[in-house]
């Protein structure tokens, strides 16, 4: 195959295995680019791409605009905080003032769940999801299969955990789909207030037992507890939490086994992860960061293809 079967990345729910085998391989062409001394590609120099931020980031952001500049897009970047949003203009008419500006694709993040979706549904653009609310995250979800990938030579029956804040997590759904669509095996861990009632239906163990769940995986994704979407108390103190479910290099030398320690950040070191394990040799977090780049230049790549594609007809 060498087009998406979408139109835009909403979320890894709309994408088959091999739309993510298909950005696997551009990634890994665009990972060799940028790790050239001339880091950029014509491929995207007559579009324009719009950055759309209504809620903090720091590396989503920044990857995202870094790979639109490595494809020689035009970037404009928004931020809800210095907008006319403010002064109570919809989304909808937000976005087409912007696409008014020909703009031709728009990244986005967003608080609300389905944001994304919603968007695709009433204008008339190329919408990639940055994260919607603790719905999805998928180039977090793609950029983390393919570090597993490129670590492990490949995902198929791989053991994977993910550990922490699963209930308000984005990461966590993204992660999930993303890692089954590949054959990987996953298990969530956490506080038992944190694992959503259901989450075995979407086909994953669960498990409030963090060291036996260390035992039974290659990789261990640790979530940052989401403070900022918790209205409730979860556990009863940050100390807690730590003790019962954080990372130290203890932990890690105690295991029987060499596992892959991940995180999407921003860490809270000291809290889900110590320094010495986030600085440890089996810490591939700044690999994640790196990978991100190539992971969202192959994203905006191969949807600018078929935009091209369709104006041809
Ligand atoms: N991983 C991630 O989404 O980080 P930011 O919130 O900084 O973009």
């Known amino acids: 195959m060498s087009e998406l079967s979408t139109k835009h990345l909403l979320g890894i729910k709309y994408l088959v295995k091999s739309d993510i085998e298909l950005i696997f391989e551009t990634a890994n062409q665009f990972k060799e680019v940028i790790n050239r001394p001339i880091k950029k590609v014509p491929s995207m120099r007559d579009l324009t791409v719009a950055n759309l931020f209504f809620e903090n980031s720091t590396r989503t952001r920044l990857s995202f605009e870094l790979a639109e500049k490595r494809l020689s897009a035009d970037v404009v970047n928004f931020s809800a905080s210095s907008s006319s949003v403010s002064k109570g203009e919809t989304l909808i008419d937000t976005v087409n003032n912007i696409l008014a500006m020909k703009v031709d694709m728009v990244v986005m993040r967003h608080p609300k769940p389905g944001a994304a979706y919603f968007l695709s549904q009433n204008v008339d653009s190329i919408i990639v999801n940055a994260g919607d609310g603790a ?179």
């Open 135 to 313: 719905h999805e995250h998928p180039t977090q979800a793609l950029l983390d299969a393919f570090s597993i990938k490129e670590r492990l030579g490949s995902l198929e029956a791989k053991k994977i955990a993910i550990v922490g804040d699963i209930l308000h997590s984005r990461v966590a759904l993204s992660n999930i789909l993303c890692l089954q669509k590949m054959g990987a095996e996953v298990r969530v861990c956490g506080p038992a207030t944190l694992l959503p009632k259901h989450i075995e239906s979407l086909g994953v163990t669960k498990s409030t037992n963090l060291l036996e769940t260390l035992e039974w995986c290659d990789v261990a994704n640790m979530l940052r507890v989401q403070h900022e979407r918790q209205n409730l108390k979860f556990f009863p103190s940050i100390r807690e939490y730590s003790q019962m479910f954080g990372i130290d290099k203890k932990t890690l030398e105690s295991l029987s086994k060499k596992i892959i320690i991940m995180h999407p950040g921003p860490i809270n070191r000291g809290v889900e992860i110590s320094t010495d394990v986030a600085d440890s040799n089996q810490s591939i977090i700044l690999d994640q960061v790196e990978n991100g780049v190539a992971i969202r230049m192959a994203v905006l790549y191969l949807l600018a293809s078929k935009k091209e594609i369709n104006f041809a007809k």
